[in-house]
């Protein structure tokens, strides 16, 4: 079985590394999280033969590995782990048409300041594409507790944007105009 645990580390230490390096800022906390990771397969060694798609399996638990790392410390998400997969804007072909990064980073200043109980649903539906009915059991709420928190951090997102700035979208949901009414507005 070993030989086997040494075989998948061989084959997915890379994309693993990269995946915690990626969303955690400091190195040292990205190789813990990347040792955990292979410690909790070496403990759940006995149910590598029921696993289907081991590369799709280690990565819920290196998912699982980073949501615990940040409840755990007490860390909000950094902007960078939600930067990299696309949570609040995803980018068009003329991106310079646009003004959608210019307001995303200032959503995703305003999405960190959120309490916890809608920024973790938020990051895990939009940004690890999880399913409603996995974040509520991850997160221990009711399948529609799950649905709301993602929507209340929608609308909050939403909301704040819309109370700070003069807001145009075009046809696809793009921004194509904006005026600031305050200092607080997309800098």
Known sequence: MLNEIDRYVERYEKELRQFFNHRVSNRFDAED?????????????????????I???????????????????????????????????EETESESDNYNKE?????????????????LPLWLHVGENWKHQKISSHINVSLSGSKTRVHRAKS???????????????SY???????????????
Request: hydrophobic letters at 40%; a positive charge; glycine letters at 2%.
């Open 33 to 53: 999280l990347f040792q955990n990771l292979w410690l909790k397969v070496l403990i759940n060694q006995d149910s590598l033969h029921k696993v289907d798609n």
């Open 55 to 89: 590369r799709a399996w280690l990565f819920q638990i290196a998912r699982n590995n980073l949501i615990d790392f940040y409840r755990k410390n007490n860390k909000e998400i950094p902007a960078d782990s939600i930067g990299d997969v696309s949570i609040l804007v």
């Open 103 to 119: 307001c995303s980073s200032y959503l995703l200043r305003k999405l960190k300041e959120m309490p916890e109980k809608y920024q």
């Open 156 to 170: 909050k997102l939403k909301q704040t944007l819309m109370d700070c700035c003069h807001v145009q979208f075009d």
């Open 173 to 187: 949901g793009n921004i194509v105009r904006y005026e600031s009414k305050k200092l607080c507005c997309v800098s």
